[in-house]
């Protein structure tokens, strides 16, 4: 596609349910990356992909949180068993390689946790 | 944990007038990289000055580098309301680490 889209673009759910959110990047971009804003704040990072494998996963909150790409396109991002202080926007962006490069951010996706 | 810092946190001009941002970094880079955001959603790529790149201009931005000291500064020239938005420097290392950001409001 033109730029990397993500779905869905706003999210309501109940405390304790699983959510997942979907991120597809710029075609023929293999790196993938995974942040976390909350209002007001600046960006969080979660986790990037190189390919379908992430060299870095520390930035992921809990284990609540897991994130995989196939195919070195989609990723998704889940989050189990949410908390209202998962409430959010969730930022996906991918580059064409390494981290170096210049990244490309999808729209986001807005997480409500009530 | 996040390597730049922008300040001002938030910044008021009047329409016309010269916005000025400044980061700091803590390590040593390859690149580093300014970007804006609207409304709280995606971010937008502005500009990339490399570290042996010491000012680099792209439009009504220019941006500086000083390596000695760890620093950068975006600014925007002739500032319109349209510019209003915040304004994140970005530090690649072996993730991507982004500041706290500026806001910047142009009051037209």
């Known amino acids: 596609g033109a730029g990397v889209s993500q779905s869905p673009s706003n999210k309501v759910t109940e405390k304790g349910k699983d959510v997942e959110l979907r991120c597809d990047p710029i075609s023929g971009h293999t790196a993938l990356y995974w942040y976390r804003q909350s209002l007001g704040q600046g960006l969080e990072f979660l986790i990037y992909f190189q390919g379908n494998s992430a060299p870095d996963k520390s930035g992921l909150p809990s284990d609540r949180f897991s994130a995989e790409r196939t195919g070195g396109s989609v990723s998704t991002l889940t989050i189990q068993r949410t908390q209202q202080e998962d409430s959010a926007v969730y930022l996906c962006?991918?580059?064409?390689?390494?981290?170096?490069?210049?990244?490309?951010f999808g729209p986001g996706t807005r997480l409500l946790v009530l | 944990s996040q390597q730049g810092e922008e300040d001002p946190q938030a910044l008021s001009i009047q329409e016309g007038e010269n916005a000025t941002m400044n980061c700091s970094y803590k390590?040593?880079?390859?690149?580093l990289q300014w970007y804006r955001q609207n409304s709280g959603r995606g971010l937008v790529h502005l500009i990339l000055?490399?570290?042996?790149?010491r000012e680099k201009h792209s439009g009504r931005l220019r941006v500086t580098l000083d390596t000695s000291k760890k620093s950068s500064s975006l600014l925007i020239t002739a500032s319109r309301a349209a510019d209003t938005a915040s304004y994140f420097c970005?530090?690649?290392?072996?993730?991507?680490?982004f500041g706290t950001g500026t806001s910047l409001t142009v009051i037209p």
């Open positions: 390590t040593s880079i390859n690149n």
């Open positions: 970005a530090t690649p290392g072996n993730q991507f680490y």
């Open positions: 000055i490399r570290s042996n790149e």
């Open positions: 962006a991918s580059s064409l390689e390494a981290v170096q490069e210049t990244q490309y």
